[in-house]
């Protein structure tokens, strides 16, 4: 990848915990080993669904180092049933693995042995013998069963006259695949019990989610519990809250009275936790013959699993996104014998964006229109469903300010006008949109009379830079110099920090640290960051230390409580009552396509974006560039296949499971467009985490398109599509 030299100003520092991860001193969750730590091993169920009729463990048994093996007739009720969080309570998914002898879909543990070695559980796994009573599956989203969402839709208007006067229309179907997040780190959990305390080591992105729920269902004092997940190794969703895992490693602890870790495989992880799910979608636009939007529909369905019924529901924003006076939007769940999804990067802004992003792009081509002035026509700084005012928009500064750097100004229209050789070449543009949350968060900060600062909240250190930020705003609300301070972070035992989600980190525990260094400065009568270390000397004392707890704007009144409590969940975007609040941006990129063997390049991309305050403009950079590499691998590899008798995955590896590589990703560019929005969060920071990845797959159709006059709805785009 060629990037463009970075300029380095003083608040790009480089990340603190950097020297730690390259030298290989960062100690992850399955790092950790104590003294007589015992290994364990899962089995997965072969069937789509059905029940065990039994186990012959016999063979397994006999392993040498062989401990003990778990089956639904040892853990049965020991673990009980409990809520999802799609129905108030903790669990990623409903589905109790070793509950009962019920499977509900493929890849749902059946077994856990537990063994001296890793090896020894891993040979033994392998002895047990399963036999199945197999019932009939759907596992195809378009086999699946529909369940309208009632609470996701949104009208306005009159859609259906709006849509018989219209002289320009689109009506089309899209599609996108099951995908896995496939962070690098494994789904580890490591549980320790000293009497009756645990402690749980597990890459989280929310710990006091994993504390309480596992509280919950293991029947203990949350207080017993302590959840250290100091370094995440990319979670992206995959490790938001809490599975089914960890209670099964944390019973095993307890009945064998030794430390337990469990590493599951790469591909048991593909069902262990949530994923992206297949979506379809069906958007109708009608304009007036200047572009201007009079009428659009967008209905979205989204296959979950029977057990929990969850949607990413999008449409809620792509509704907001243009001016239009008559908008209808729906959402469906659709349930089918599979383990339940989740969150993945931008998780319902990645597919929703995809439809309409590439719809627009249609009418664009119906009108003779350049897609980037249909954009502008159809700017709006009020939400047209609520009549709300978005608290900044720079959407079209974006579009102008990568457009530029592209080069987009001399592309000729024409589908397939473009060549170069034996190469097509197709330029297409998409907005990329993301809303801005927040939620409840607490952070302790002390000043010592040394001059050092120590910042303590139980944020997810996921690489994304949090503990740098961290950091950084203490030190500048402080008058120190970054290296002065220390940022513990990652242990469930420190002020409690919202999910690692939504984008909403920075939103939501930067505006903490700031209170709680305004409160230092207060007790310092300090009037000024630089004042404060003078005022420290002076005052004689040998440390000051607050605590700042901060409920954002939409967050109920009970939000702090329930940041406690591991269930406060990020406020803003389209939910809140006076005011819509995005971070928006354009993606540009050029495509390739071989006109004898019709691969499919991308060579160069440009994005810009304007996210409110860039705190750290390195870090951010990362994030935008991957979501952008992310988005480009999402289009044209990313997918999981599936055996459409039994659910299985049948590609749950990185050798099969496609990504790029270095050599699939040319220039990527990422502009930070400056914004400035105070109202947002007291940080004006509106996020940079997922939006890179938005946009992106609708860019690269749409230059598909221009490449070879070939509208390309389902993802991911393949040589086969454009033969
Ligand atoms: Mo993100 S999918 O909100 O971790």
């Not at 406020?571 to 050029?590: K, N, S, T």
Request: glycine share 10%; with cysteine.
């Amino acid at each position: 990848m060629n990037l463009p030299l970075f300029p380095t100003p003083a608040h790009a520092v480089p990340r603190v915990e950097g020297r730690a991860k390259v030298t290989g001193a960062a100690r992850y969750a399955s790092d950790v080993r104590l003294p007589r730590t015992a290994y364990a091993y899962l089995l997965t169920s072969r069937i789509g669904r059905g029940a065990v009729q039994a186990f012959d463990l016999t063979s397994a048994r006999a392993v040498p180092g062989v401990l003990d093996i778990l089956t639904h007739e040892m853990v049965g009720d020991a673990i009980p049933q409990r809520p999802s969080l799609y129905a108030g309570g903790y669990l990623a998914d409903s589905v109790r693995p070793l509950g009962s002898a019920e499977v509900a879909h493929w890849g749902q543990p059946v077994a856990m042995v537990l063994a001296e070695t890793f090896e020894a559980a891993r040979e033994a796994a392998g002895r047990v013998d399963i036999s199945y009573d197999e019932a009939p599956t759907a596992v195809a989203i378009d086999a699946g069963t529909v369940q309208p969402l009632e609470p996701m839709t949104v009208t306005t208007g009159d859609v259906a006259a709006a849509f018989s006067a219209a002289p320009v229309t689109v009506d089309a179907r899209y599609s996108t695949p099951t995908q896995h997040q496939n962070p690098m780190e494994l789904f580890a959990t490591h549980c320790v019990w000293d009497g009756d305390r645990l402690t749980v080591h597990e890459p989280s992105q929310y710990l006091n989610n994993v504390k309480f729920g596992l509280a919950d269902q293991l029947g203990i004092e949350p207080d017993r519990i302590r959840v250290v997940s100091t370094y995440v190794g990319g979670a992206f969703g995959a490790k938001g809250f809490l599975t089914q895992r960890t209670a099964l490693v944390a019973l095993a602890a307890r009945r064998l009275g030794r430390p337990v870790v469990l590493v599951p495989t790469r591909e048991q992880g593909f069902t262990l936790s949530g994923y992206r799910a297949e979506t379809r979608h069906h958007v109708e636009l009608a304009a007036d013959r200047d572009g201007r939007l009079t009428a659009m529909r967008h209905e979205g369905w989204e296959l979950t699993s029977r057990a929990d019924t969850l949607a990413m529901g999008a449409a809620s924003m792509t509704a907001r996104l243009y001016a239009c006076p008559n908008i209808s939007v729906r959402v469906n769940a659709v349930a089918a014998d599979r383990s339940t999804p989740g969150f993945m990067r931008a998780p319902g802004e990645m597919p929703y964006g995809f439809a309409l992003e590439s719809a627009l792009d249609e009418l664009a081509v119906k009108l003779a229109m350049d897609p980037v002035e249909l954009r502008r026509v159809n700017d709006t700084l009020t939400d047209p469903v609520g009549g709300l005012p978005y608290t900044s928009r720079s959407l079209m500064r974006c579009f102008d300010e990568a457009a530029a750097a592209f080069g987009w100004a001399a592309r000729s229209p024409e589908p397939g006008s473009m060549t170069d050789g034996d190469w097509r070449v197709g330029w297409g543009c998409a907005a990329a949109f993301y809303p801005t949350y927040a939620g409840a968060s607490a952070a302790r900060v002390r000043l010592t009379a040394d001059g050092r600062v120590h910042v303590a909240s139980a944020g997810h250190e996921l690489g994304q830079g949090m503990t740098t930020m961290m950091a950084q705003v203490a030190a500048e609300e402080l008058g120190v110099s970054v290296d002065r301070v220390a940022v513990a972070i990652g242990d469930s035992d420190l002020p409690p920090a919202i999910v690692a989600g939504g984008s909403s980190s920075t939103a939501s525990v930067a505006p903490a640290i700031m209170a709680a260094c305004a409160a230092i400065r207060r007790r310092l009568d300090a009037a000024t960051p630089a004042a404060v270390i003078p005022a420290m000397e002076a005052s004689g004392m040998g440390a000051v230390e607050e605590l700042a707890e901060i409920r954002p704007h939409g967050v109920a009144p009970d939000g702090m409580r329930a940041l406690y409590r591991g269930q406060a969940g990020p406020a803003g975007g389209v939910h809140l009552p006076d005011r819509v609040q995005f971070a928006l941006g354009a993606q540009f990129v050029e495509v390739r396509v071989h006109a004898l063997t019709h691969e499919i390049r991308v060579p160069r991309a440009v994005g810009a974006f304007a996210c409110g305050r860039i705190i750290n403009p390195r870090t951010a950079h990362s994030q935008l560039v991957g979501g952008m590499i992310w988005g480009i691998g999402s289009a044209l590899f990313e997918a999981t296949e599936i055996d459409e008798r039994n659910g299985a995955y049948i590609n749950a590896n990185l050798a099969e499971y496609l990504v790029p590589v270095n050599a699939d990703i040319g220039d990527v560019q990422a502009i930070m467009v400056p914004e400035e929005d105070r109202a947002v969060n007291a940080a004006g920071v509106k996020g940079v985490g997922e939006i890179g990845v938005v946009g992106v797959a609708a860019a690269i159709a749409n230059a598909v398109y221009h490449a070879t006059g070939r509208r390309v709805r389902d993802l991911p785009i393949r040589i086969e599509h454009v033969l």
